[in-house]
């Protein structure tokens, strides 16, 4: 895990003063008639990740300009924040703080997460003659975890069809 921060092309020449990550689930409150309330929870959306922070020194005008560029350019990029995995997601606020010196300069910003990082999907192409145990051999993994990965895509543990790619955990 990293200690810095950054953002497309952007890397904070300090980390930021605060930082907080909210995480909330899009519920519903439904009425029913003999058992009153039922919260349901419809799932999840992106994380918010906002923050303050301060701009130090003979570079702080030249750093917030290019804090500014970065945050005018369109779309998604890789958000790296201390200690944690980064993620995806589009730099939506950027607050000039006060009064602004030649030395000093303090900031707000936010950023919205996206989704997860993808990372790609490994698999296994079944050879001529391969069963069930010989295909997570050459996979490097369990016969239990290759059948929860494939789920209905295993007939029969005997018989795979050569050249069938199966998904790897």
Excluded at 4 to 19: A, I, Q
Aim: hydrophobic content about 40%; glycine content about 10%.
């Amino acid at each position: 895990m990293q200690l810095y921060m950054g953002y497309k092309e952007f890397s904070w020449p300090r980390l930021p003063d605060t930082l907080c990550m909210e995480n909330e689930k899009y519920t519903q409150v439904f009425q029913q008639p003999e058992n009153g309330e039922i919260l349901q929870e419809l799932g999840s959306h992106g994380r918010k990740i906002t923050g303050s922070g301060v701009l130090l020194g003979a570079e702080a005008a030249e750093q917030w300009a290019a804090l500014c560029r970065c945050y005018a350019e369109a779309g998604a990029g890789i958000l790296y924040l201390p200690g944690r995995e980064p993620i995806t997601a589009v730099f939506t606020e950027l607050t000039l703080s006060g009064s602004p010196r030649s030395d000093r300069i303090a900031y707000q910003f936010a950023f919205h997460e996206t989704g997860k990082a993808q990372t790609a999907v490994r698999t296994y192409r079944v050879q001529q003659g391969d069963c069930l145990w010989s295909a997570a051999a050459a996979a490097g993994v369990s016969v239990e975890s290759l059948l929860a990965a494939n789920p209905g895509k295993i007939r029969w543990a005997n018989e795979l069809e050569t050249g069938m790619e199966l998904v790897l955990p």
